[in-house]
């Protein structure tokens, strides 16, 4: 493999419900939208396994963006969704017992909801975070982070009823020139300008109960989910090849993502543009290989703390300690008392 190897033909997706959902605010606005997109709308906005490149999307909220002078497109956008738009996605969410179950289940399914930046869910404080990938530039996505935010949060209106409090919304795109209508939509903290786009929300509202709450349409739902999630393209080879690379380097020590394109013999340029065009960055990878690791060798009791910390890469055991606490919102003491271990004296 040469050090500046041309990139594989990978592409992330997202579900034709959203560009269902761009045409139908042109129509709402009077206008042709087949001739402001150059394309025919979507008929089958329930069918997943006709999936839109993010490429080609984000072109079509640019155009429409540019067509109507509105640079908060996507913000706007996102405000008109409704649960019917993701089909049975979305019935299987909205048939949830509480607000809980359903982003556990938004995380099982999210290859059919949004198969774009990756998601990281994560208990912090009082608090349950939702974090996407960050990509190249701060500004190239700003549509595309703002629509997916008021999405989900006018998604998760939708579901419960109730306009629920939330605690913060980040971005990582610029700030507009005027931040009120963002206030006032999501009616909490907005900051812009920051080091990644996130959601955060009192852990109090997953035992929020949902309106329309039903086990046997959500069990019947499930089972028609899970045959088009098995019948989707399988995930980039590439995630996976640096992910078995980052578990070969971490016994190390720290492996940095130069160390890490070193071993692919990559630029680390070229590592992270591959990465970010498959939906994904080195941080939230190292990170969740980290998690799953710290968590299988937990279920080991001849294992201690020191020496978990040290099979992660970690020089110190406190460190290990934080970055457990930050992907659980749990000790790693507590955690393997819940499975039924103990640790080994120290």
């Known amino acids: 493999m040469r050090k ?7 592409q992330s997706f997202i579900p034709n419900a959203y560009v ?11 206008l042709d939208a087949e001739s402001i997109l150059g394309q025919s709308s979507p008929t089958e906005i329930d069918d997943h396994m006709k999936r839109c490149p993010m490429g080609h999307w984000k072109s079509l909220v640019d155009r429409t963006a540019h ?3 509105d640079p908060m497109l996507g913000f ?15 019935y299987v969410l909205a048939s949830c017992q509480n607000l809980g179950m359903a982003t556990a289940l938004m995380q099982q399914y999210k290859r059919l909801l949004y198969d774009a930046s990756p998601t990281k869910v994560f208990v912090e404080g009082g608090d349950i975070v939702l974090q996407w990938g960050k990509d190249d530039s701060n500004d190239s996505r700003q549509q595309m982070h703002e629509c997916t935010l008021a999405s989900l949060v006018q998604f998760i209106r939708n579901i419960t009823g109730q306009k629920i409090s939330l605690t913060e ?22 900051l812009f300008e920051q080091p990644i786009t996130a959601l955060r929300a009192p852990l109090s509202l997953s035992n929020h109960q949902l309106c329309h709450t039903d ?17 989707l393209p399988p995930k980039n ?3 996976t090849i ?7 380097l971490i016994r190390d020590g720290e492996p940095e993502l130069d160390n890490v394109a070193n071993a692919l013999h990559l630029t680390t340029r070229t590592l992270h543009r591959r990465l970010v065009e498959v939906g994904s960055n080195f941080r939230s990878l190292l990170d969740d290989v980290r998690q799953q690791m710290a968590e299988d060798f937990l279920h080991d009791t001849n294992l201690q703390l020191s020496d978990i910390a040290q099979l992660l890469g970690y020089a110190e055991q406190s460190t290990f300690q934080r970055a457990f606490r930050r992907w659980t919102g749990d000790t790693p003491l507590h955690y393997q008392q819940k499975i039924g271990g103990k640790f080994k004296p120290i």
């Open 67 to 69: 067509y109507l002078d």
């Open 237 to 239: 080879e590439f995630e």
């Open 169 to 190: 919304i980040s971005f990582i795109n610029s700030a507009p020139l005027d931040v009120r209508p963002y206030n006032n939509f999501f009616d909490c903290i907005v």
């Open 20 to 30: 269902r959902l761009l045409f139908e605010y042109l129509e709402q606005h009077g």
């Open 215 to 231: 086990s046997v349409l959500m069990h019947l739902l499930k089972k028609q989910l899970d045959d088009l999630l098995a019948k």
């Open 76 to 90: 706007h956008l996102g405000q008109t969704i409704k649960t019917s738009h993701f089909g049975a996605a979305g």
């Open 242 to 248: 640096v992910r078995q690379c980052i578990i070969r």
């Open 4 to 10: 500046d190897e041309p990139n594989s033909s990978t």
